[in-house]
């Protein structure tokens, strides 16, 4: 089936072009580079995996409630609307919800796909590039996973927000290399894997519960990748032009926090734009949900040199300032670390499983 014929809302017949700016960068310079980005390049190479095969395709989804989120997660929940809706209109809309977010979380790997092969182009050292190229393949697993789990499980996709456009389009088009990394790595990125470690941490689901955290061990790695490229990068730049990247991600961070609303979904059941726009904003849920997608931003940003007054305040103002402080090297540690138990988990299981069927094939054939 097209993927036109499952979209909930109308998207475009041919995509979407966007007109970039910027020169291929070629080096002639194959010494070892920076031994802490060969170091990442190499962890790349090896932790490269299959989706079709990694992943447990065989477990069933309830595609009206894939992931086990309780009604208090739910923007309606607790209003006029919510008190209308049947109980099959209740399920309606976890689906819908999650179609929405993990529609969302494919139409940002795509661009994450996109931005690193910009990277790979424009990018001037050549470790840089080594390790862009590998990103480059974990955004098309990525992309892989997330529309094979949207269409085999849900059975129903969204068109790309408006706000995640809108910041993909302003970093592409920015003709500085440095961009795509300030642009993906840092903002989309980072907010992408606070948005998967919560639905990761939370989910009771096991399909779910393994893309996401599969995925966020990727991430982990791209995100250690743009701190230290740009981390080196920002040092030499002069206060005006670190002030142009501050208002970048001031700009960027906005876009970000009215990213996963989810307005969308509420109109789709009905209910009036300013009404699913003003049950978003005063969600006590949401309004959680929003400052912990800034768990692995500002941090990020205050580690990689952006950090300058006004970037601090317009964090003071959206509430999430006091985020800054937080160990960014552990909560990548614990990504990693979860994909691995989740692993040792799996595998432990399976093999007791076949331990069993071997002892049963063995007390058959002692019977007969």
Same mark, same amino acid.
């Given at each position: =089936?097209?993927t036109h014929?499952?979209?909930?809302?109308?998207?475009s017949?041919?995509?979407?072009?966007v007109?970039? &700016?910027?020169?291929?960068?070629f080096?002639?310079?194959?010494?070892d580079?920076r031994?802490?980005?060969?170091?990442?390049? %190499?962890?790349?190479?090896?932790? +490269?995996?299959d989706a079709?095969?990694?992943?447990?395709?065989?477990?069933?989804?309830?595609?009206?409630?894939p992931?086990g #989120?309780p009604d208090?997660?739910?923007?309606?929940?607790?209003?006029?609307?919510?008190? *209308? =809706?049947s109980?099959?209109?209740?399920?309606?809309?976890?689906? !819908?919800?999650?179609?929405? %977010?993990?529609?969302?979380?494919? !139409?940002?790997?795509?661009g994450?796909?996109v931005?690193?092969a910009r990277? #790979? +182009?424009?990018?001037?050292?050549?470790?840089?590039?080594?390790?862009?190229?590998t990103?480059? $393949?974990?955004e /098309?697993?990525?992309?892989?996973?997330?529309?094979?789990?949207? !269409?085999?499980?849900?059975?129903?996709?969204y068109p790309v927000n408006?706000?995640?456009?809108?910041?993909?389009?302003?970093?592409?088009r920015?003709? *500085?290399?440095? $961009?795509?990394?300030?642009?993906?790595?840092v903002?989309?990125?980072?907010?992408?894997?606070? &948005?998967?470690? =919560?639905?990761?941490?939370?989910?009771?689901?096991?399909l779910?519960?393994?893309?996401?955290?599969y995925?966020?061990?990727?991430?982990a790695r !791209?995100v250690?990748?743009?701190?230290?490229?740009?981390?080196?990068?920002?040092?030499?730049?002069?206060?005006?032009?670190?002030?142009?990247r501050?208002e970048?991600?001031?700009?960027?961070c906005?876009?970000?926090?009215? *990213?996963?609303?989810?307005?969308?979904?509420l109109?789709? @059941?009905?209910?009036?734009?300013?009404?699913?726009?003003?049950?978003?904003?005063n969600?006590? @849920?949401?309004r959680?949900?929003?400052?912990l997608?800034?768990?692995?931003?500002?941090?990020?940003?205050?580690?990689?040199?952006?950090?300058?007054?006004?970037?601090q305040?317009?964090? &003071?103002? =959206?509430g999430?300032?006091?985020?800054?402080?937080s160990?960014l090297?552990l909560? $990548?540690r +614990?990504d990693e670390?979860?994909?691995?138990?989740?692993? /040792?988990?799996?595998?432990?299981a399976?093999?007791a499983?076949?331990v069993?069927?071997?002892?049963?094939?063995v007390a058959?054939?002692?019977?007969?």
């Amino acid at each position: =089936m097209s993927t036109h014929e499952l979209y909930a809302q109308p998207a475009s017949a041919t995509g979407w072009e966007v007109p970039t &700016a910027g020169s291929a960068h070629f080096t002639w310079d194959y010494d070892d580079g920076r031994d802490r980005l060969l170091a990442l390049y %190499q962890k790349g190479k090896d932790k +490269q995996w299959d989706a079709a095969r990694r992943i447990d395709w065989d477990l069933e989804v309830d595609p009206y409630d894939p992931l086990g #989120v309780p009604d208090q997660a739910l923007t309606p929940y607790g209003t006029p609307y919510w008190d *209308r =809706m049947s109980e099959a209109d209740r399920r309606e809309l976890r689906r !819908h919800y999650a179609s929405w %977010q993990f529609s969302q979380f494919l !139409h940002g790997e795509q661009g994450a796909m996109v931005c690193a092969a910009r990277i #790979v +182009q424009s990018a001037p050292d050549l470790d840089a590039k080594f390790y862009s190229a590998t990103q480059t $393949m974990d955004e /098309a697993r990525h992309a892989e996973l997330y529309a094979r789990f949207l !269409h085999e499980k849900i059975g129903l996709l969204y068109p790309v927000n408006d706000q995640l456009q809108g910041l993909l389009g302003d970093t592409l088009r920015d003709s *500085r290399w440095d $961009m795509p990394y300030l642009g993906m790595q840092v903002l989309i990125e980072g907010l992408a894997l606070a &948005a998967f470690g =919560m639905l990761r941490d939370t989910t009771d689901k096991p399909l779910p519960k393994q893309i996401l955290a599969y995925v966020m061990q990727d991430e982990a790695r !791209h995100v250690a990748f743009g701190r230290m490229a740009l981390r080196d990068y920002y040092k030499q730049l002069t206060d005006a032009e670190l002030r142009e990247r501050e208002e970048f991600v001031i700009e960027g961070c906005h876009l970000m926090r009215d *990213r996963l609303r989810g307005v969308e979904v509420l109109e789709n @059941f009905g209910i009036p734009p300013a009404d699913a726009a003003g049950m978003s904003e005063n969600s006590e @849920f949401l309004r959680l949900f929003r400052k912990l997608l800034f768990s692995r931003i500002v941090p990020c940003v205050k580690d990689i040199g952006l950090w300058g007054e006004r970037l601090q305040q317009a964090y &003071a103002d =959206m509430g999430v300032f006091d985020l800054g402080d937080s160990n960014l090297d552990l909560l $990548m540690r +614990q990504d990693e670390e979860i994909a691995e138990r989740l692993d /040792a988990q799996r595998f432990a299981a399976e093999e007791a499983e076949r331990v069993a069927e071997v002892a049963e094939a063995v007390a058959r054939g002692a019977a007969d």
